[in-house]
């Protein structure tokens, strides 16, 4: 089993900045993909940022490129989201998953294991 912490939200003004992080612990992996969801009220889980250690490469929704940026440290198995720029529609519950193997990297069903969740609102 693994268990996926997230922290970091919180309020913030528009264009300020936000630095997410997800601890992860438990059973251990070579091949996995680890991305940020989120969920703003009313609307569908969307894909928000990726990175996969198989294919060492880092994926981005299009509303975020240049501004939000995932890093992982894998001395602390934590997975990093830096959000700059931040914008009213970046406000939603975010969440870290956790996927084996290989995965369809935007698709929130392929992901094995979920955090429960930490809040981001962003005041204009």
């Known amino acids: 089993q693994v268990q996926l912490v997230e922290s970091g939200g919180g309020l913030v003004q528009a264009g300020g900045s936000l630095r997410l992080s997800c601890a992860a612990s438990g059973r251990a992996f070579n091949n996995y993909a680890m991305g940020w969801f989120r969920q703003a009220p009313g609307k569908e889980r969307e894909f928000v940022a990726a990175i996969s250690t198989i294919l060492a490469t880092t994926y981005y929704a299009d509303s975020v490129k240049g501004r939000f940026t995932i890093s992982k440290d894998n001395a602390n198995n934590t997975l990093y989201l830096q959000m700059n720029s931040l914008k009213p529609e970046d406000t939603a519950e975010y969440y870290c998953?956790?996927?084996?193997?290989?995965?369809?990297?935007?698709?929130?069903?392929?992901?094995?294991?979920w955090g429960q969740g930490t809040q981001v609102t962003v005041s204009s």
């Open positions: 998953a956790l996927a084996i193997g290989f995965v369809v990297i935007r698709d929130a069903s392929g992901y094995d294991y």
